[in-house]
């Protein structure tokens, strides 16, 4: 960490995925959005979506051709039963698969859940110059995914190296 350089927020939106949740009970999204503010990002929309994979893809690609959203976080629909769809929907919008997320992450949350861990489906990648992360739906999956790898990877002092930094060539051809 280079605490000598500013901090640069970035503009977060988050899904929600679920066929049960309503803003007024929604834990996993809004562990997000606490822990993305606390960190110094702006949450500059969120949405619940139902459990679609139309649904999801729409909602993921609105913002992907939105100009102001820097990077997208969605929470819900990676297991493995008949309704979890998000990374049939969300795989085919990516440019690029950061296969190393979902590995680090099931890695991770073996310290927790042990073998659990191979339900979770979590994906991340870039799409149209913008980061997109798919986690699961609980809350703790949410917030070790997000302490132990999205917030350092989201603030350009991390060295050696972080997705920020890249930001300025994700659209270079």
Same mark, same amino acid.
């Given at each position: 960490?280079?605490?000598?350089?500013?901090?640069?927020?970035?503009n977060? =939106?988050? $899904?929600?995925?679920? #066929?049960?949740?309503? /803003?007024?009970?929604?834990v996993?999204g809004n562990? !997000?959005?606490?822990?993305?503010?606390?960190?110094?990002?702006?949450?500059?929309?969120?949405?619940?979506?139902p459990?679609?994979?139309?649904?999801?893809?729409?909602?993921?690609?609105?913002?992907?051709?939105?100009?102001?959203?820097?990077?997208?976080?969605?929470?819900?629909?990676?297991?493995?039963?008949g309704?979890?769809?998000?990374?049939? =929907?969300? $795989?085919?919008?990516? #440019?690029?698969?950061? /296969?190393?997320?979902?590995?680090?992450?099931?890695? !991770?949350?073996?310290?927790?859940?042990?073998?659990?861990?191979?339900?979770?489906?979590?994906?991340?990648?870039?799409?149209?110059?913008i980061?997109?992360?798919?986690?699961?739906?609980?809350?703790?999956?949410?917030?070790t995914?997000?302490?132990?790898?999205?917030?350092?990877?989201?603030?350009?002092?991390?060295?050696?190296?972080?997705?920020?930094?890249?930001?300025?060539?994700?659209?270079?051809?």
């Amino acid at each position: 960490m280079h605490p000598e350089k500013h901090f640069i927020p970035l503009n977060l =939106a988050i $899904l929600v995925v679920s #066929d049960t949740r309503t /803003e007024a009970d929604d834990v996993s999204g809004n562990t !997000l959005a606490e822990l993305a503010t606390l960190a110094g990002h702006s949450i500059i929309a969120k949405k619940i979506v139902p459990d679609n994979i139309y649904h999801i893809r729409a909602a993921v690609a609105n913002w992907l051709i939105d100009g102001a959203v820097n990077v997208i976080i969605s929470t819900g629909g990676t297991g493995v039963t008949g309704r979890d769809g998000t990374p049939e =929907a969300v $795989l085919p919008l990516l #440019d690029k698969v950061l /296969e190393g997320f979902g590995e680090t992450f099931r890695m !991770l949350s073996y310290q927790e859940i042990k073998t659990s861990t191979i339900q979770s489906r979590a994906v991340a990648g870039v799409a149209n110059g913008i980061y997109v992360f798919c986690l699961p739906g609980s809350a703790g999956a949410c917030r070790t995914a997000w302490d132990s790898l999205i917030k350092d990877q989201l603030d350009h002092r991390t060295r050696p190296c972080n997705l920020v930094q890249l930001m300025p060539r994700l659209k270079e051809r």
